[in-house]
């Protein structure tokens, strides 16, 4: 008995099944899989790249899409290395540590993302609605209270998820569905009561991205409200021009996301295969767009890509 209980709340390694029906295909899923993590991973490092070296980008609005960039990388990195190493080595095994680490950074990074995509709908609504008083409410001290802020904030939330999960005996069977850790997929191996799992997994961060979408709404419909006050067509296309990108990327994060969670707790006729296939599109398609989706609707990254790539090409040429 003694044994028994060690054994529980110290569990070995769990497997990764990856995606269950699609084992015999998982060689060829990975290679797009790859291709798309690639396109996040340059896509990004060229965004902060640029927002870093040139001057004209050290804006509140770029630094916030620089922290959108680097979460972006945190939660495709989290889960595509570990999905790949599933579909092309078979390394289906992690570590209840390791498992723990993928799941806080994955639930984490979301979190985040959606906190910064928050505060760029207050960038745009203070930019927009206040241009005068642009630079004296966003000044560089209050952008890193703002920064610290919504990365504490997102911190205090998931942390507890580690822990809840961390007082759970597991006797029964380590085998997860999925390519990926995730709170309640591994809540649901334990041999104990995860009520309290399955409520704060599912209410804590669904309320605050419920809470940050009332934010993000409040913004634009007082934006919009300013814009069509404005006097001239040009003015009002100029005004919508930089709120363009923001608002692509807030669709191509929030829909999938919602779906995802939603389909997760209530979708009882969505079948697995279909769920965890589309749950590791979102870790990946997402951080993917992003860059590509502001490098062709913001003005400024796309001139400075245009730039560097055409200063490179004729380097290389000389």
Known sequence: MITFNLSSYNPGPFILVGIPGLEQSH??????????YIVAVVGNCILLYLIAVERSLHQPMFFFLSMLAMTDLILSTAGVP??????????????????????????????????????????????????LRYTTIL???????IAVGISFRSFCIILPDVFLLTRLPFC????????????????????ADI???????????????????????????????AVFRLPSRAARQKALGTCGSHVCVILMFYTPAFFSILAHRFGHNVSRTFHIMFANLYIVIPPALNPI??????????????LLFSTKGIDNAQ
């Open 27 to 36: 060689v060829w899923i990975g290679i797009p899989f790859c291709i798309i």
């Open 82 to 131: 570990k999905t790949l190493s599933i579909f092309w080595l078979g390394a289906r095994e992690i570590t209840f540590p390791g498992c723990l680490t993928q799941m806080f950074f994955l639930h984490y990074s979301f979190v985040l993302d959606s906190a910064i995509l928050m505060t760029m709908a207050f960038d745009r609504y203070v930019a927009i609605c206040s241009p």
């Open 139 to 145: 000044t560089p001290k209050m952008i890193i209270k």
């Open 172 to 191: 029964r069977t380590r085998i997860i569905p999925h390519t990926y850790c995730e709170h309640i997929g591994v809540a649901r191996l334990a041999c």
């Open 195 to 225: 009520s309290v799992n399955i409520w704060y997994g599912f209410c804590v961060p669904i309320m605050t991205v419920i809470s940050d979408v009332i934010l993000i709404a409040i913004s634009y419909t007082l934006i919009l409200c």
């Open 293 to 306: 989706v502001y490098g062709v609707k913001t003005k400024q990254i796309r001139d400075k890509v245009i």
